[in-house]
């Protein structure tokens, strides 16, 4: 596609319950990055796949977080026993290669937790 | 207390003025990027800087990363109000993955 892609664009959730957000990232970018944006803070890095294998993974918060890019375009990620504090913006972002040529990101994924 | 620190942190100048953002990191960067970011959208890349004292203009914005390679400058020339938003730098911590560890964000009001 022309852009990277997230759907839902927002999403409101009850407390405990499990969500899936999906990213689409441009056609033939082999790096995909997770990011997690809070209310006026800049994006934490989540997660990095490069193809389908998660190359860094080392700022999922918990065990509850997952993700997956099972034929290395299409992303999910996943958040189990969804709590308040997961309230954010999830954003992904996709490059040819490690950012060497910068990022172009979504428009993220708005997680409310009630 | 954040690894890259924007200042400031909001900032609201008349249309028409310049102004200058600046993003300070405690580490050397391998790579600076500036991004805009619009209430409710994603981040547009500006630009991104590698060598110490490389500049790199972009219509009236022009970012600039200091010898050391620890600071980052953002300047824009005779705002105008579609310079609003919010301004972004991330910094690659040569970690090979390219992963960015971001600022805060500066917030930047034009008033007509």
């Known amino acids: 596609g022309a852009g990277v892609s997230q759907t839902p664009s927002n999403k409101v959730t009850e407390k405990g319950k499990y969500v899936e957000l999906r990213c689409d990232p441009i056609?033939?970018?082999?790096?995909l990055y997770w990011y997690r944006q809070s209310l006026g803070q800049g994006p934490e890095f989540l997660i990095y796949f490069q193809g389908t294998g998660a190359a860094d993974d080392s700022g999922l918060p918990n065990d509850r977080f997952f993700a997956v890019r099972p034929e290395g375009s299409v992303s999910t990620l996943k958040i189990q026993r969804t709590e308040r504090g997961d309230s954010a913006v999830y954003l992904c972002?996709?490059?040819?290669?490690?950012?060497?040529?910068?990022?172009?990101f979504g428009s993220g994924t708005r997680l409310t937790v009630v | 207390s954040q690894e890259l620190e924007q200042s400031p942190q909001s900032l609201i100048v008349q249309e028409g003025k310049n102004l200058t953002i600046n993003c300070t990191s405690s580490k050397t960067l391998y790579g600076l990027y500036w991004y805009k970011q619009k209430y409710g959208e994603g981040l547009i890349f500006l630009m991104m800087l590698q060598k110490g004292g490389e500049e790199k203009s972009h219509e009236k914005i022009t970012a600039k990363l200091d010898e050391k390679k620890q600071q980052s400058s953002l300047h824009i020339t005779a705002s105008q109000p579609s310079h609003a938003g919010i301004y972004l730098c991330?910094?690659?911590?040569?970690?090979?993955?390219?992963?960015?560890?971001f600022g805060q964000g500066t917030t930047l009001q034009v008033k007509p």
């Open positions: 056609s033939g970018h082999t790096a």
């Open positions: 991330g910094a690659d911590r040569g970690s090979n993955t390219g992963k960015l560890i």
């Open positions: 972002a996709s490059s040819f290669t490690g950012g060497d040529y910068g990022y172009t």
